[in-house]
């Protein structure tokens, strides 16, 4: 609806991966660079794990964008909870083959021989298993036998493994999978985008799909954006999607910070999407302490702001203080400065005190930035712990 509407050719925010909208933020600019050395190797395992929506298939959906299938054949697979002998059926049926029999053995029979058959053909093959996590260690260790197809002293399959972050915990900690890690050449673990990010992220793929402009959007609303998101590239796409969609209904051509706050709140009451909140932490009691003192050694996230906003206001009618100050010995010199002819060193002094001047005015904006979001982190804190006890 909203694509009509803003004169776009396609879905910017789509859910679904997309190499077309492929975004290089720091964290996927070092995720490619290890998986482009990992696939130059041309054996062992690459691991790339992130959070839900972090952009793990669009990384790899870019990738094999960019392979040239005369040189390397590639076969994905996403897993559901499979053990040793299902997966090695899945993986023959993610290249293509046909096993004549139902066991493990003729399964492993055909990937051998389509394997060599590549390899005499002058093309590697690559397997990439997403959802790594949901895999029983068997499975793994599965995997890890493939990865022993060799044709002379050249291995046969490299495999590209994805996965949520526990799948990292399982790789590093399982005594189990010693043998895999040994074969591991390279890992990242993909972040969430930093704040910087989130402007050039939405207005690139809008201009993939013929934005002009069309709507504007206001600065705050990138800030809130990653606020609520957390920098994860999918929960952005989906405050987007109804953002864009808020804004054709409304017939809106800028984005502002109310329409923010609108979606996020609808966002939050129909639980579509989990957002970032600050929630009150509860007190942690140390062993052999007494609650009051843990109390104190840990205090609310409420107590903590407050403290923090007084903090800042001190130091904010500190600086207005010595922005009068500045103010008042400006005048000053301003008013004993001789008419026409102007001492170069009395214009030096001047233009001294404008800098400064300038200086405080950028301090005393940027402090009072600081301050309206401490504000608003305490007003979240305030109206979560009067849900709380309403609830209670």
């Known amino acids: 609806m909203f694509n009509d509407f803003y004169g776009l050719t396609g879905r910017p925010f789509q859910l679904t991966p997309d190499p077309t909208f492929y975004f290089e933020s720091l964290t996927h600019r070092k995720a490619l660079s290890y998986l482009s050395y990992g696939l130059a190797q041309g054996e062992g395992f690459v691991v790339i794990t992130g959070e839900v929506g972090a952009g793990k298939s669009t990384l790899v959906a870019h990738l094999m964008a960019t392979i040239d299938p005369a040189r390397l054949t590639a076969a994905q697979i996403v897993t559901s909870r499979l053990d040793g002998e299902e997966l090695v059926h899945v993986v023959a049926q993610a290249f293509g083959l046909i096993v004549d029999g139902h066991d493990k053995a003729s399964a492993l029979g055909a990937i051998e021989a389509f394997l060599h058959d590549e390899a005499r053909a002058g093309r590697r093959c690559l397997l990439v298993v997403d959802e790594s996590q949901n895999l029983a260690i068997d499975a793994l260790e599965e995997l890890r036998m493939l990865s022993n197809f060799q044709l002379g002293a050249h291995p046969l399959l490299q495999t590209l493994l994805l996965g949520q972050p526990e799948f990292r915990e399982t790789i590093q900690d399982h005594p189990q999978l010693e043998q895999l890690r040994q074969r591991v050449i390279a890992a990242h673990h993909l972040e969430a985008m930093e704040l910087g990010e989130v402007q050039p992220y939405i207005e690139h793929r809008l201009k993939c799909v013929g934005w002009t402009g069309n709507p504007q959007f206001d600065q705050r609303v990138f800030t809130g954006l990653y606020e609520a998101s957390g920098g994860v590239p999918r929960r952005i796409n989906q405050i987007c999607n109804r953002l864009m969609l808020l804004g054709a209904v409304e017939q809106r051509n800028r984005i502002d910070g109310a329409m923010l706050s609108q979606v996020l709140e609808e966002l939050e009451l129909d639980g579509t999407l989990q957002l970032k909140r600050i929630t009150p932490m509860a007190p942690q009691p140390a062993a052999e302490a007494p609650a009051e003192a843990a109390v104190a050694a840990a205090p609310p996230v409420g107590v903590v702001a407050l403290e923090e906003l007084q903090a800042m206001l001190a130091e904010r009618d500190a600086q207005i203080r010595e922005l009068q100050q500045a103010v008042i010995e400006l005048a000053n010199d301003r008013d004993s400065a001789p008419e026409p002819v102007a001492d ?49």
């Open 344 to 392: 170069p060193a009395h214009g030096e002094a001047l233009a001294a005190i404008e800098a400064k001047l300038a200086g405080l005015e950028g301090k005393m904006l940027e402090q009072e930035r600081t301050i309206r979001h401490t504000l608003t982190m305490l007003i979240e804190w305030i109206e979560s712990d009067d849900a709380q006890r309403a609830a209670a």
